[in-house]
């Protein structure tokens, strides 16, 4: 649909001899029958001015067309503004202008996200050179009369009010601002956006291009098709496997029949690990070859970030990037619009959309309405909101509403976990989620256990990490998420324990399970459902405790910024005791599906003792189970005690079940690889299992306040020397000559180190910068900035992998 469209001698006239507002303003009203809101009706009247001025330019045809508001076909996308002519060439060109009445604006470290207030506070948005680049990729990418007829698409943003800040224009962003220019503020502007304009626009279409482009029939082009295609190919976490294979065929079969006389729905049931987001992607991969209009839904937004993130290799977004969607975007779809939608995580679908919940009737129904063929993938004990209401019931009854017909499947082999299915079971009977016969548990494969400390747990996800980093921290939301406002405090603070530390809900964002420094982050339920890691180390809050052998349930001790239970208190209010069970089945639901994110393993801090002690209980043999996670009879010393027994070499098993014992600041100055070949230390530490003894490793103690945000003064930590790889933003030891540390006493410290290099055509390089930051309470620690001169002589001797 197109809301107003003319010719640029039209526009000019409606602009300014006419209020263009009240003429776009009454054409959305005609095609709509809605009234547009009061803040785009105040954007089109300055906005589509100051367009006019960039188009009041005699060398860009008089009959060239203008297009404002085009909705494009399968997507809930909006093109602000289409210049369309031909070029020299005599070729279709289509000029898209994304514009924004912005004055300011902040950058994010998030992947084309900047943050501005919009809809009356600030919230991170989409900058405007990736919406003008990603509105260019789906025309391009699915659009037949775009692709087959050889148009030119050349987007860009036009920021008229918005004067250069490096903000909005930063070099972050630069990978976007070259796919689709950006113009700001000034006459100067002004005047390279009607360069841009003319560059391509040489002859006057009077409009026919555009119509063109809303008259094309919408499905992937073979670009797209192949694109996918050779994504998936060779990508080992895409392979289907037992009954994936199966499914994934059925499914296929009943895609391909499905048309809009003949809608088709099918419900594929599957607990944790059983691939259901691998079948989900093999799917859209296969359809896409088909040349059918898919799309991979979810409501969370992270399973379809990573998952795109893993078939493109990239962090950042990409041509197929459209092939994936959020739930709620379909309210106003056409119905059968699409050939397939496949939803994941379906059980995370809610009644509502929009950021206020108040858009569209229900999104079952939305989805089957808007294609042939709706594949939803359930797993119901993980609904994990008050307001999800993706059950198996419900899909049906829309189904039959609909006049789909209604198919079933389910996953069964179990790939999370080490395959365990008496893992899930147990897991099931202990959390209270439904009895089963599986009382106790013996580890077998799976590596199960429970630690004393959050800093523990820490320790063992940190060097659970290093092979190949799939291993995260993850909690129940129990923790107000303070560092949305305020980045430089900590959310999950346990005093007790001296630990501290941050939601992943940052720079991060939905990417959070695969950065490679989020391993300093603590996951919620929000970003690392229908995602897996090899190990997952869980902290189960207050909500979730046990007394007198039974579980209980406590819904206020959520955190306020949590919406998981948003609504309880008001419905207990009113006498709605049905929330009380509800809420009981969220809370434990949330715990069984962050306890089996992992793939091999599965560590757990529990907050209340009493809990702790019961699951402890629940183990098959309680008591190896103590030994090995606890800390081998730590041994008090001056006061303090060691988290890790204290051994004579002649009592060691050298890097076999101990590392040596170093004091930093004597032997700092004088280390090398060759010490470490060979057992002769005097000192050695036994640790727990989970940090793999081996040649290399040491450990010693931080001393001083420059770390204590992740590392209290005096903390025993595990060291590597001469780390291999990349070091930026790792906690590092490092030696300068003009270093002159206060806590160390010497030319080294334990700082966090990030470096800036220079690459030359030849291969090598050189380095431009390097900083030492300290992560610390107290300002009197500085960062230590060195530039080209010394950057090159700054020595790491060894990392900080672990807090003991």
């Keep these: 649909m197109i809301v107003y469209q003319a010719t640029k001698a039209q526009f000019l006239k409606h602009a300014f001899e006419d209020d263009i507002h009240e003429v776009v303003g009454a054409a959305y009203r005609e095609r709509t029958g809605r009234r547009v809101s009061p803040s785009e009706f105040a954007a089109w009247k300055e906005s589509l001015v100051s367009m006019a001025k960039v188009l009041n330019d005699r060398d860009i045809p008089e009959d060239s067309g203008v297009a404002i508001e085009y909705g494009?076909?399968?997507?809930?996308?909006?093109?602000?503004?289409?210049?369309?002519?031909?070029?020299?060439?005599?070729?279709?060109?289509?000029?898209?202008?994304?514009?924004?009445?912005?004055?300011?604006?902040?950058?994010?470290?998030?992947?084309?996200?900047?943050?501005?207030?919009?809809?009356?506070?600030?919230?991170?948005?989409?900058?405007?050179?990736?919406?003008?680049?990603?509105?260019?990729?789906?025309?391009?990418?699915?659009?037949?009369?775009?692709?087959?007829?050889?148009?030119?698409?050349?987007?860009?943003?036009?920021?008229?009010?918005?004067?250069a800040d490096g903000e909005i224009d930063h070099g972050f962003y630069a990978h976007y601002i070259e796919q689709a220019p950006l113009f700001l503020k000034g006459e100067a502007e002004r005047g390279k956006l009607k360069s841009f304009i003319k560059r391509y626009i040489r002859h006057g279409d009077k409009g026919s291009v555009v119509v063109q482009i809303e008259g094309g029939k919408i499905r992937p082009s073979k670009y797209i098709a192949d694109s996918i295609d050779r994504m998936l190919k060779g990508n080992q976490e895409f392979v289907l496997v037992d009954d994936q294979k199966l499914v994934f065929e059925n499914a296929l079969a009943l895609a391909k029949e499905a048309s809009p006389k003949t809608k088709n729905v099918m419900i594929i049931e599957g607990g944790p690990g059983t691939g259901k987001s691998v079948v989900a992607v093999n799917l859209l991969a296969a359809l896409t070859r088909l040349r059918k209009l898919a799309r991979y839904v979810s409501k969370n937004a992270a399973p379809r970030t990573v998952y795109e993130s893993k078939l493109t290799g990239k962090m950042r977004k990409t041509e197929i990037s459209n092939l994936f969607s959020g739930s709620g975007v379909f309210t106003d779809g056409k119905p059968n619009e699409f050939d397939v939608l496949i939803v994941d995580e379906a059980h995370r679908l809610n009644e509502k959309s929009g950021l206020y919940q108040n858009l569209g009737d229900n999104q079952i129904k939305e989805l089957i309405t808007s294609a042939s063929c709706s594949i939803f993938f359930i797993d119901e004990n993980q609904r994990v909101t008050l307001k999800d209401i993706g059950r198996k019931s419900e899909i049906e009854r829309w189904a039959a509403e609909l006049g789909a017909t209604a198919s079933h499947a389910k996953l069964e082999s179990q790939f999370r976990c080490s395959g365990s299915d008496g893992y899930l079971a147990w897991l099931d009977d202990v959390l209270g989620v439904h009895p089963t016969a599986n009382e106790t548990f013996d580890r077998g494969s799976f590596d199960f256990r429970i630690v004393d400390s959050p800093n523990v747990l820490r320790g063992m996800i940190r060097a659970a990490n290093k092979a190949n980093n799939r291993a995260r921290m993850v909690a129940g939301y129990c923790w107000n998420w303070v560092s949305k406002k305020r980045p430089q405090e900590y959310d999950i603070a346990m005093p007790e324990h001296g630990f501290k530390a941050r939601w992943n809900l940052s720079s991060d964002g939905s990417l959070w399970i695969v950065a490679p420094e989020s391993v300093e982050e603590i996951g919620c339920i929000h970003t690392s459902q229908g995602l897996e890691v090899d190990y997952v180390g869980v902290i189960v809050g207050p909500d979730f405790i046990v007394r007198g052998g039974e579980v209980v349930t406590v819904p206020e001790c959520r955190a306020r910024t949590d919406k998981s239970l948003s609504g309880y208190k008001t419905r207990l209010k009113a006498g709605d005791e049905d929330v009380i069970d509800e809420a009981d089945e969220v809370i434990k639901n949330t715990y069984r599906t962050l306890m089996t994110r992992g793939m091999k393993g599965c560590y757990v801090y529990f907050t209340d003792r009493e809990t702790a002690e019961y699951f402890k209980a629940r183990l098959a043999s309680p008591r190896l189970q103590a030994a090995e996670v606890s800390s081998l009879e730590p041994e008090t010393?001056?006061?303090?005690?060691?988290?890790?027994?204290?051994?004579?070499?002649?009592?060691?098993?050298?890097?076999?079940?101990?590392?040596?014992?170093?004091?930093?600041?004597?032997?700092?100055?004088?280390?090398?690889?060759?010490?470490?070949?060979?057992?002769?230390?005097?000192?050695?530490?036994?640790?727990?299992?989970?940090?793999?003894?081996?040649?290399?490793?040491?450990?010693?103690?931080?001393?001083?306040?420059?770390?204590?945000?992740?590392?209290?003064?005096?903390?025993?930590?595990?060291?590597?020397?001469?780390?291999?790889?990349?070091?930026?933003?790792?906690?590092?030891?490092?030696?300068?000559?003009?270093?002159?540390?206060?806590?160390?006493?010497?030319?080294?410290?334990?700082?966090?180190?990030?470096?800036?290099?220079?690459?030359?055509?030849?291969?090598?390089?050189?380095?431009?910068?390097?900083?030492?930051?300290?992560?610390?309470?107290?300002?009197?620690?500085?960062?230590?900035?060195?530039?080209?001169?010394?950057?090159?002589?700054?020595?790491?001797?060894?990392?900080?992998?672990?807090?003991?």
């Excluded at 997507?75 to 020299?88: M, N, P, T, Y």
């Excluded at 604006?105 to 207030?117: C, E, N, P």
């Excluded at 036994?686 to 081996?694: D, H, L, N, Q, Y």
Aim: hydrophobic share 35%.
């Design 637 to 804: 010393v001056a006061g303090s005690v060691l988290p890790f027994k204290r051994v004579e070499r002649r009592k060691a098993k050298p890097y076999v079940n101990a590392v040596p014992v170093l004091d930093l600041k004597f032997a700092a100055g004088g280390f090398s690889g060759a010490q470490f070949e060979g057992p002769d230390h005097d000192d050695w530490a036994v640790i727990p299992k989970a940090f793999r003894p081996r040649k290399g490793l040491f450990a010693a103690q931080v001393v001083g306040e420059s770390m204590n945000r992740r590392y209290p003064n005096g903390a025993w930590c595990l060291f590597e020397v001469n780390p291999k790889g990349t070091r930026n933003n790792r906690v590092v030891v490092a030696e300068h000559r003009s270093i002159h540390d206060p806590d160390t006493g010497g030319s080294y410290t334990v700082k966090v180190y990030q470096s800036t290099k220079e690459y030359q055509k030849d291969g090598t390089w050189r380095h431009l910068e390097v900083r030492l930051r300290p992560d610390s309470d107290d300002p009197k620690y500085k960062e230590l900035v060195l530039g080209p001169d010394a950057a090159g002589s700054v020595r790491i001797i060894a990392e900080l992998i672990a807090e003991l």
């Design 72 to 163: 494009i076909p399968g997507s809930a996308k909006r093109v602000d503004l289409i210049v369309s002519g031909f070029d020299d060439a005599k070729s279709p060109a289509v000029v898209i202008v994304e514009l924004k009445r912005w004055d300011k604006a902040r950058r994010t470290g998030k992947d084309a996200i900047v943050r501005t207030r919009y809809s009356g506070a600030e919230q991170d948005v989409l900058h405007p050179s990736y919406q003008a680049w990603s509105y260019a990729a789906l025309l391009t990418g699915f659009n037949e009369a775009v692709y087959d007829g050889g148009m030119l698409l050349q987007p860009c943003a036009y920021l008229h009010n918005y004067s």
